[in-house]
């Protein structure tokens, strides 16, 4: 920057064209903002031009200059402006649904909320129709599986943040500033991006529930923290070295909440139970009330504020695993860890060969963990952890494996040849 003005050359952050810091005989431009980003007159006069596709073309390569300058890299502008537009008009909500129903087992009517929503965030570009959505379900339901798999065919960043590591400002721990922080990163520094991308917060019962192993430091006020993220403001963004490099706005973000909220089923079924008391309340209440799905007041009692509950306007709350379902995620998952294995052994020439039995008892063993879709897969390695030493030892003896229900108990049970 300082030879720059020595010579009293400056280069448009934009166009990377040569500019004069003052007014040329021959109507070269000339530079109209002389801190980074630079910008030159002509890109200057664009940037106001009422065009919004050029403009948010000039935006897009202006937002990722100047991140990429902050951070010391050389800038990719081809790529950035490539990426600073993404474009869904080729998807389709069914098809949509069924690609996330051919992995996610037992949770069809969840499915099929969650994927519209996200997906109506992304077709209908208003903050005022924009949903916010919390998600309940015991540990292995499907909660993170169902949006990275969303995530991924909107081709859209996410990250999933430990609510745990969060705290107030002034506490040891991150800031959740560093949530969005983080998820620039993941779009690869582009701001505009990561603005339409996906915020998931787990472990979100953590920081508001009151009672048991209690509420975790400042837990409320990270609660109160996360308002900002939730109501549509802009937020800096910051490199490593402090600066802000940009603003975030939060307006376009999707914001998911999930958890398992235990306390929640106790706090549902003593409201549940109090239908007694049609007389003294008024009848529009009433119903309400009895809903059995969960409602803002549930939250409220369970310590979260009602500020932030009420920038939620979704919550879904998936279904414990049943053994059925066990079976279907095992036989018929687009992503079944079973059918994985015996894929990649086959790659290594070797026939697995097997009785349909078998998967019940893998799932059978795989409910009794009772962590979820987790317990098979911690059933299945355990299972072909000795097969797959053995073969990958010397992928060329082998040819064929015996396994049955044996092996799901005992993982030397089997019979290679």
């Known amino acids: 920057m300082e030879k720059n003005e020595k010579n009293k050359k400056l280069i448009c952050s934009i166009c990377e064209k040569k500019v004069l810091k003052n007014p040329s005989i021959s109507g070269k431009p000339y530079a109209v903002r002389l801190i980074d980003p630079i910008i030159c007159d002509i890109c200057s006069q664009v940037l106001a031009n009422k065009d919004d596709e ?19 890299q050389k800038p990719n502008v081809e790529k950035a402006t490539a990426e600073s537009v993404n474009t869904i008009e080729d998807i389709n909500l069914n098809d949509l649904i069924a690609t996330v129903k051919a992995v996610i087992k037992g949770q069809d009517d969840q499915v099929e909320t969650i994927t519209t929503a996200i997906f109506k965030n992304h077709m209908i570009a208003s903050p005022e129709l924009k949903s916010n959505l ?24 996410y990250i999933i943040a430990d609510a745990t590591r969060y705290t107030e400002a002034g506490y040891t721990g991150a800031n959740v500033d560093e949530m969005i922080k983080d998820l620039c990163m993941r779009a690869g520094d582009n701001i505009l991006k990561a603005e339409k991308g996906i915020l998931v917060i787990d472990e979100g019962d953590k920081k508001g529930f009151v009672g048991g192993n209690g509420r975790d430091v400042s ?12 109501e549509g403001t802009l937020v800096p963004v910051t490199n490593g070295y402090g600066d802000t490099v940009g603003m975030f706005d939060t307006s376009k973000l999707t914001v998911i909440f999930i958890g398992a909220f235990p306390n929640l089923v106790a706090i549902r079924e003593k409201r549940l139970k109090h239908k007694g ?7 529009e209440t009433v119903i309400t009330n009895m809903s059995p799905e969960y409602i803002a007041d549930d939250f409220i009692e369970g310590g979260f504020p009602k500020e932030f509950i ?3 306007d979704i919550v ?4 414990k695993l ?4 066990y079976e279907e995620i095992i036989r018929d998952s687009k992503k079944s860890i079973f059918f994985s294995y015996i894929k990649a052994l086959e790659e290594k020439g070797v026939e697995i060969v097997y009785i349909d039995d078998i998967i019940s008892e893998i799932a059978i063993k795989s409910e009794k963990l009772n962590i979820g879709a987790r317990g098979i897969k911690n059933v299945v390695q ?4 000795n097969i797959m030493s053995k073969v990958l030892k010397d992928d060329k003896k082998y040819t064929k494996c015996n396994i049955s229900k044996r092996t799901v108990h005992d993982s030397t049970d089997f019979i290679l040849i």
Not at 54 to 72: F, G, P, W
Not at 277 to 283: R, S, T
Not at 316 to 319: H, T
């Open 382 to 385: 355990n299972m072909f952890k």
């Open 219 to 230: 837990g409320e006020n990270v609660l109160f923290s996360l308002l900002k993220i939730l």
């Open 316 to 319: 879904v709350e998936l279904d």
């Open 277 to 283: 008391i049609v007389g003294f309340v008024k009848q």
């Open 54 to 72: 050029n403009q948010s073309k000039l935006e897009a390569k202006s937002h990722a200059i100047l991140i990429n300058k902050s951070s010391k």
């Open 310 to 312: 009420g920038r939620f």
């Open 322 to 325: 049943i053994l059925k379902y």
């Open 134 to 157: 919390i998600i309940l379900g015991d540990s292995g339901s499907g909660k993170t599986e169902i949006i990275k798999i969303l995530a991924n065919e909107f081709k859209l960043p």
